[in-house]
Protein backbone atom coordinates (compact mmCIF):
# COMPACT_ATOMS: atom_id res chain seq x y z
CA UNK A 1 0.00 0.00 0.00
CA UNK A 2 1.59 3.88 -1.16
CA UNK A 3 2.74 5.86 1.94
CA UNK A 4 0.54 8.71 0.64
CA UNK A 5 -3.03 8.48 -1.04
CA UNK A 6 -4.38 11.36 -2.59
CA UNK A 7 -8.26 11.53 -2.21
CA UNK A 8 -10.41 13.87 -3.07
CA UNK A 9 -12.38 16.05 -0.92
CA UNK A 10 -16.03 15.72 -1.08
CA UNK A 11 -17.85 18.81 -3.05
CA UNK A 12 -18.74 20.29 0.48
CA UNK A 13 -15.19 20.15 1.98
CA UNK A 14 -13.63 21.34 -1.72
CA UNK A 15 -12.36 24.52 -1.10
CA UNK A 16 -14.37 27.38 -2.78
CA UNK A 17 -13.00 28.70 -6.55
CA UNK A 18 -12.46 32.53 -5.98
CA UNK A 19 -13.39 34.27 -9.69
CA UNK A 20 -10.97 37.46 -10.58
CA UNK A 21 -12.03 40.56 -10.42
CA UNK A 22 -14.41 41.63 -13.21
CA UNK A 23 -11.65 43.76 -14.84
CA UNK A 24 -9.14 41.24 -14.62
CA UNK A 25 -11.12 38.82 -16.48
CA UNK A 26 -11.96 41.25 -19.01
CA UNK A 27 -8.43 41.94 -19.47
CA UNK A 28 -7.47 38.42 -20.30
CA UNK A 29 -10.02 37.55 -22.69
CA UNK A 30 -8.67 40.24 -24.93
CA UNK A 31 -6.08 40.02 -27.36
CA UNK A 32 -2.13 40.47 -25.82
CA UNK A 33 -2.22 44.04 -27.87
CA UNK A 34 -5.41 44.92 -26.78
CA UNK A 35 -4.20 43.90 -22.94
CA UNK A 36 -1.11 45.89 -23.28
CA UNK A 37 -3.46 49.01 -24.41
CA UNK A 38 -6.04 48.31 -21.52
CA UNK A 39 -3.36 47.58 -19.15
CA UNK A 40 -1.45 50.88 -19.77
CA UNK A 41 -5.33 52.91 -19.35
CA UNK A 42 -5.58 51.01 -15.93
CA UNK A 43 -2.08 52.22 -15.15
CA UNK A 44 -3.05 56.19 -15.69
CA UNK A 45 -6.00 55.42 -13.34
CA UNK A 46 -3.65 53.42 -10.37
CA UNK A 47 -0.17 54.07 -11.21
CA UNK A 48 1.00 52.75 -7.70
CA UNK A 49 -0.55 49.54 -8.53
CA UNK A 50 2.48 46.91 -8.68
CA UNK A 51 -0.08 43.96 -9.79
CA UNK A 52 -0.29 46.21 -13.23
CA UNK A 53 3.37 46.63 -13.14
CA UNK A 54 3.65 43.27 -13.60
CA UNK A 55 1.40 42.55 -16.10
CA UNK A 56 2.67 45.02 -18.11
CA UNK A 57 5.37 43.30 -17.58
CA UNK A 58 3.97 39.90 -18.41
CA UNK A 59 2.32 40.69 -21.75
CA UNK A 60 5.43 42.03 -22.75
CA UNK A 61 7.24 38.86 -22.19
CA UNK A 62 4.71 37.10 -23.93
CA UNK A 63 5.22 39.24 -26.71
CA UNK A 64 8.99 38.25 -26.96
CA UNK A 65 9.88 41.94 -25.24
CA UNK A 66 11.99 40.59 -22.59
CA UNK A 67 13.87 43.53 -21.90
CA UNK A 68 11.10 45.84 -21.92
CA UNK A 69 9.54 42.96 -19.76
CA UNK A 70 12.24 42.96 -17.11
CA UNK A 71 12.16 46.85 -16.47
CA UNK A 72 8.01 46.30 -15.63
CA UNK A 73 9.27 43.65 -13.33
CA UNK A 74 12.00 46.16 -11.59
CA UNK A 75 8.84 48.59 -11.55
CA UNK A 76 6.93 46.04 -9.51
CA UNK A 77 9.88 45.37 -7.38
CA UNK A 78 10.33 48.81 -6.44
CA UNK A 79 7.13 49.43 -5.10
CA UNK A 80 6.85 45.70 -3.98
CA UNK A 81 9.88 44.23 -2.34
CA UNK A 82 7.59 40.90 -1.81
CA UNK A 83 6.19 40.56 -4.97
CA UNK A 84 7.97 36.91 -5.52
CA UNK A 85 6.31 35.92 -9.03
CA UNK A 86 7.85 39.48 -10.16
CA UNK A 87 11.14 38.90 -9.46
CA UNK A 88 10.65 34.78 -10.83
CA UNK A 89 9.27 36.32 -14.74
CA UNK A 90 12.29 38.97 -13.88
CA UNK A 91 14.80 36.28 -13.68
CA UNK A 92 13.13 34.32 -16.72
CA UNK A 93 13.15 37.26 -19.02
CA UNK A 94 16.72 37.52 -18.23
CA UNK A 95 17.10 33.96 -19.23
CA UNK A 96 15.84 34.87 -22.57
CA UNK A 97 17.71 38.14 -23.07
CA UNK A 98 21.34 35.65 -22.21
CA UNK A 99 21.62 36.45 -18.82
CA UNK A 100 21.03 32.97 -17.15
CA UNK A 101 23.85 33.89 -14.50
CA UNK A 102 22.12 37.67 -13.39
CA UNK A 103 18.15 35.44 -13.29
CA UNK A 104 20.06 32.99 -11.29
CA UNK A 105 20.96 35.45 -8.67
CA UNK A 106 17.95 37.39 -8.92
CA UNK A 107 15.82 34.59 -8.33
CA UNK A 108 17.86 32.87 -5.70
CA UNK A 109 17.95 36.11 -3.69
CA UNK A 110 14.50 36.40 -4.04
CA UNK A 111 13.90 33.16 -3.26
CA UNK A 112 16.01 33.53 0.13
CA UNK A 113 13.52 36.42 0.84
CA UNK A 114 10.48 34.62 0.35
CA UNK A 115 12.04 32.41 2.63
CA UNK A 116 12.77 34.38 5.26
CA UNK A 117 9.13 35.89 5.44
CA UNK A 118 7.81 32.82 5.62
CA UNK A 119 6.40 32.11 1.74
CA UNK A 120 7.65 28.81 1.37
CA UNK A 121 5.77 27.97 -1.76
CA UNK A 122 7.28 31.04 -3.75
CA UNK A 123 10.83 29.95 -1.88
CA UNK A 124 10.62 26.58 -3.46
CA UNK A 125 10.14 28.17 -6.61
CA UNK A 126 12.49 30.56 -6.94
CA UNK A 127 14.78 28.85 -5.63
CA UNK A 128 13.98 25.90 -7.79
CA UNK A 129 14.36 28.79 -10.94
CA UNK A 130 17.65 29.31 -9.62
CA UNK A 131 19.12 26.41 -9.27
CA UNK A 132 18.03 25.71 -12.97
CA UNK A 133 19.58 28.47 -14.54
CA UNK A 134 22.64 27.86 -12.51
CA UNK A 135 23.02 24.82 -14.35
CA UNK A 136 22.17 26.12 -17.68
CA UNK A 137 25.33 28.74 -17.07
Known amino acids: RPRHRRTVPSPERRPRIVRPPAAVAAVRSLAVSDRLDTIRTMLEAEPEDPFLRYGMGFELAKLG ?11 ALEMDPDHH ?13 GRAAEGAAIARAQGDRAARTGDAKAASELLALAEELEDSV
Open 65 to 75: RHEEAASWFDR
Open 85 to 97: YAAFQKARALEEL
